[in-house]
């Protein structure tokens, strides 16, 4: 819902459980005033009187050099007396880049703002657009605020139009900005950082003056760090406590800032990362930021990630997929790697049918000249030589055996050792006259080049034209280097960044388009790329290339902060493991990887009868606790950064329904007392929980809890809880 007080010029924006609020002030500036639980439109005006600061009597005092830098603002300004980072500026012809932008006009309107070649928001009840004026130019901005009555989360993005004749350039900006009050150094940050093969780690940092920044360069979202921060108020943990989160819908490079300023208020802002960045916008043109979806929670972290999950299922991921049951894979990767031929494949697949999996998917491997890493990228046909038959025989084996088929493709990048390259040389990015930087041997291709995409689009569409394939893993194996592009003159090589983002988004735009009935998952070297952006187009992501039974837990939660179980694929796979070389029990690989989308990337042919026969309990279970997976909410009992035990819970939306996962990572005989308390279940109701043999209330569940159960090393427990006496 969305209010405007027109005596006090005020805004009070209100979602599910919470309010934000801003007004006009007599400046024509717009000051933020409120961002925390719910209130109502009645205390818009004591906001204005109480937090409209600095309360001068003056107006022209905000003209004064000094007044906006402790003015808590929407939107930072540059050069004109507020020294904190800001938000948008622009540079105009004569090079002065000061930029101030006022109040001109405001609207309200029904449902949410489509973004033209970007993800966004898919549906919103409400959407405010305030519209400014820079002080000292013709360009506008929208600032734009989408809410909805069922979620904690606000959409935030702007848009900025020069309405002038002269050319300008945007040399930054940002999507949203907003500042949390003083309260003297109580605040900390969360970040979620990592590395290939450990991402995102949850890390929480006190916040001090000076300005925290967190961002990729590297041309996508990255392993290192996701596009998201949350800002935590004293006590906060993952179930009390106030929170805010930020999270940009944004798969380029990025930049979040927090700065705590002299007086202690924190402006938290975020968009395309503003380093070396530069837009050229011509009179008449519009450049839109990608949106920040802004989360409040008043119930820790906890509800916070909650809130996120439901707004990714309910907002942002494609409505026909987000909560379609999820084909249990068996992937080729660490079975075969490159050296494979239609036997091995087949024998694969015969034993994925026998234990009742649903799709086969071909990772690397089969197309060009593909028996490495160094070569064949960018060749999007088959190689015969290595599939007799080519793609028809391994399908059509898959459909004897009653399994669907998918295919690995890397669309973006290409080999120096290719048929593309040897024909576009330049199609790669590099910069003429130097030599360019190979990552996996491989370059990437120019994307931000429109003829560039629609080749690819050409060529994997027809792979999927010409043959029947259900599911599609679209991968990307490196960093993009050298930031330039010969396509684009001097003045614009700021605008690479974003051009490459976007034409990321056109081609998965055309292809999940083109092809509704694929399912494309995503993945950046394991989960370089998993961020709001992507998840627009890929209802799940390959979460990390580290599939170990334990480090999983540690990834899984962390990727949990901000995005729901069901967008994550969790492979069972082999022992010892490829990347840790740890042996875990096969039982606790398959239990962390039914937290996900569950699938199995290991040579069948290779499992014990005892092994298959965990394989055939695991896929019975999964589909028994899939609608779980898809739709319920997560609770997270033990974290697995902070002591011996992994446990998360899901729980139904109508509490009728649980399941819990949980992990004891060492053997230790003093820590076998350590008692849960189980999360989200209702309080009047009476549970069973099948493995324990146990009823009781939620209530006693939630209070009393349970015992961790005593296990050897990297042991695991599963508990199937279930409303009984449902009448009484
Ligand atoms: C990286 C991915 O994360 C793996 O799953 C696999 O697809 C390889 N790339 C193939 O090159």
Redesign the pocket.
């Known amino acids: 819902m969305i209010y405007y007080n027109s005596q006090t010029k005020s805004f009070l924006l209100s979602g599910k459980n919470y309010s934000y609020g801003m007004y006009i002030n007599r400046a024509g500036l717009l000051q933020h005033l409120y961002w925390g639980k719910k209130i109502g439109a009645a205390d818009a005006a004591f906001l204005v009187a109480a937090h409209g600061l600095p309360a001068s009597p003056n107006p022209d005092d905000y003209n004064k050099e000094i007044a906006t830098d402790g003015m808590p603002s929407e939107c930072g300004s540059f050069g004109r007396g507020d020294f904190r980072p800001a938000t948008v500026v622009v540079r105009r012809k004569d090079g002065a880049a000061m930029s101030r932008f006022r109040y001109v006009s405001h609207k309200i309107v029904k449902g949410a703002l489509h973004l033209q070649g970007m993800p966004c928001a898919r549906k919103a009840d409400e959407t405010l657009i305030l519209t400014l004026k820079d002080d000292f130019s013709d360009i506008e901005l929208d600032l734009n605020y989408s809410v909805s009555e069922d979620s904690d989360v606000l959409v935030r993005s702007a848009v900025i139009r020069n309405a002038g004749k002269d050319a300008a350039e945007i040399a930054k900006a940002f999507s949203f900005c907003t500042e949390l009050p003083d309260t003297r150094g109580t605040y900390s940050a969360l970040r979620l950082a990592g590395s290939w093969a450990r991402e995102r780690t949850p890390v929480i940092t006190p916040l001090a003056e000076g300005t925290l920044r967190i961002e990729s360069a590297r041309g996508y979202s990255s392993h290192q760090m996701n596009p998201f921060l949350a800002v935590l108020s004293e006590g906060c943990g993952e179930e009390r406590g106030e929170c805010y989160g930020f999270n940009l819908l944004y798969s380029g490079s990025f930049a979040i800032t927090a700065d705590v300023s002299q007086n202690k208020s924190i402006r938290v802002q975020g968009g395309i990362n503003d380093y070396l960045f530069g837009w050229q916008l011509q009179g008449g043109d519009v450049f839109a930021t990608p949106q920040a979806a802004l989360c409040y929670s008043g119930e820790g972290l906890g509800g916070m990630s909650r809130a996120y999950h439901d707004f990714f299922r309910e907002y942002i991921i494609d409505p026909k997929r987000v909560y379609m049951r999820r084909p249990i894979v068996i ?1 080729n ?1 660490e079975a075969t790697y490159f050296d494979f031929d239609n036997e091995k494949l087949f024998s694969i697949i015969d034993e994925a049918a026998k234990l009742g999996m649903d799709t086969f998917v071909l ?2 491997g089969w197309f060009g000249k593909r028996d490495g ?1 160094a070569s064949g990228l960018g060749d999007w046909f088959v190689n015969e030589r290595k599939l007799k038959g080519g793609l028809k025989a391994v399908i059509g084996h898959c459909k004897e055996k009653g399994l669907k088929f998918g295919l ?1 493709f ?1 669309p973006e990048m290409v080999s120096e050792d290719s048929d593309l390259y040897r024909a576009h040389p330049d199609w790669a990015i590099g910069k003429a006259g130097a030599e360019p930087c190979r990552s996996r041997n491989q370059l990437v291709l120019d994307f931000t080049r429109k003829e560039v995409v629609d080749y690819i689009f050409e060529t994997v569409s027809k792979i999927l034209r010409e043959n029947d394939i259900s599911y599609v ?1 679209w ?1 990307k ?1 490196r960093d993009i280097t050298e930031n330039y592009t010969a396509s684009l003159p001097a003045d614009r090589q700021g605008e690479f960044w974003h051009r490459y983002a976007l034409g990321f988004y056109d081609l998965a735009e055309r292809l999940t388009k083109a092809f509704p009935n694929v399912f494309f998952e995503g ?4 989960g370089g790329r998993f961020d709001g952006g992507a998840l627009y187009y890929f209802p799940q992501i ?1 979460t990390s ?1 580290d599939t170990d039974g334990l480090e999983r837990t540690k990834i899984q939660w962390g990727t949990s902060v901000c995005y729901p179980v069901s967008s994550m694929s969790c492979h069972v796979s082999a022992c010892p493991n490829h990347q840790t070389g740890r042996t875990t029990p096969f039982a606790t690989r398959g239990a962390v990887a039914s937290l996900g989308a569950t699938g199995y990337e290991l040579d069948l042919t290779k499992l014990s009868e005892e092994e298959k026969m965990q394989v055939r309990e695991q896929i019975e279970n999964y589909k028994q606790i899939d609608e779980l997976v898809l739709k319920g909410d997560l609770y997270r009992l033990a974290d697995p950064f902070d002591g011996n035990y992994f446990c998360e819970m899901l729980v139904g939306k109508d509490k009728s329904k649980a399941y819990v996962v949980g992990e004891r990572f060492r053997a230790d005989p003093c820590d076998h007392d350590r008692v849960l308390k189980l999360r989200g279940l209702d309080e009047g109701k009476t549970y069973a929980i099948r493995e324990l043999n146990v009823t009781a209330s939620g209530a006693a569940l939630m209070g009393a809890g349970l015992f961790c159960p005593r296990l050897p090393d990297c042991g695991s427990w599963v508990w199937h809880i279930e409303e009984v006496n449902k009448k009484g």
Do not use: H, M, R, T
């Open positions: 992937n990767w990772d690397d890493d690995w890397e893993k991968d194996n993945c950046a070297g394991g390959w290339d």
